[in-house]
């Protein structure tokens, strides 16, 4: 079963060496799905689901060692240190062509943020 | 050579504004949707219309398409696509009774003569194509569901969120948005 497929009930205690860099691990966490992952030399635990509209993060896209992640919906890059939003490649396409003025729309980085969960290293294990 | 026939008529159990937000919201096209779309960049808009160029990948091919929409509120669209010949579709979506919406795609192809015999091979790999990217959207829209709740399409009218014809689609569910909160509960 690939990494991203693992989903166990609680409580989730996780050996710290089987946490692989480069891969993002599912886990059902109190019946809410989490992702576990490294990034450089921190390990990111977070909701696995995206702060914007709900993608799945188990799917993301690890970049910059860990550092960041990007959703598989619609490419929104994420600090996993913060959680702030730090790119929407989407901006590109959309702000250099516009030719309507949309009073509904105002161009701004979104307030949500990648949601970080705390957790605790334990003789070697992960508990989350 | 002309070329009309339905694509699909089917059924999904959300609301027709989460089919219309997902319909527009062109942030996801060539993310969710990549398998078949690999690029995808607004290249004019005007209040109900877009031209767009998108490139699709249909077997082992990918053609630079440009596409011209237009939005009709509250739910019906049409779109005029130039590659790999020309297609028309007509895409509506209907409230039904029971909350859900029901989905009505038709197309028009203008087929060279020498594709002619191969129409109904064409239009089954349509149907194909469409089932594969509408399930995904479908497929969207049922963990959003579970995650964030039935009918979740606030998320497309936060201020900073884009959606082609954003102002359209706001006015035509004004009743529906402001039920729900309106913008105060759309804020980022």
Known sequence: MAPSQR???TPVQVPLSSLRRGRIYNFEVRGKPVIVFWARDRLVVASEICPHIGGPLAEARLEEDGCALRCPWH?????????????????????????????????????????????????????? | MKFAFRLTEDDYDYDVLTAVTA??????????????????????????????????????????????????????FRMASDKPFPIFTHTRFAARADGGVHRTVDVTM????????????????????????????????????????KNNWLWAFRPSQFLLHKDAVMAAFSDQIAARGGATAAAD
């Open chain 1, 7 to 9: 989903v166990r009930s």
């Open chain 1, 75 to 128: 490419g929104y890059k994420y600090d996993t240190a913060t959680g702030a939003v730090l790119d929407n490649p989407n901006e590109r396409f959309i702000q250099n062509r516009l030719k309507t003025a949309y009073s509904t729309y105002r161009p701004a980085a979104p307030s949500f943020k990648l949601n970080l969960l705390p957790y605790e290293i334990k003789n070697g294990m992960v508990c989350l």
């Open chain 2, 23 to 76: 319909y527009l919201d062109c942030e996801h096209y060539a993310w969710l949707h990549a398998r078949n779309y690999s690029h995808y960049e607004i290249l004019e808009d005007g209040p109900t219309t877009s031209r767009i160029i998108q490139h699709s990948k249909y077997w082992f091919l990918t053609f630079k398409q440009h596409h011209f929409r237009e939005y009709f509120p509250p739910s019906e």
């Open chain 2, 110 to 149: 203008q087929l060279p003569w020498v594709l002619w015999p191969l129409r109904g091979l064409l239009a089954a790999h349509l149907r194909r194509y469409d089932a594969r990217v509408y399930g995904e959207d479908a497929a969207a829209a049922a963990r959003r569901a579970k995650y964030l709740g």
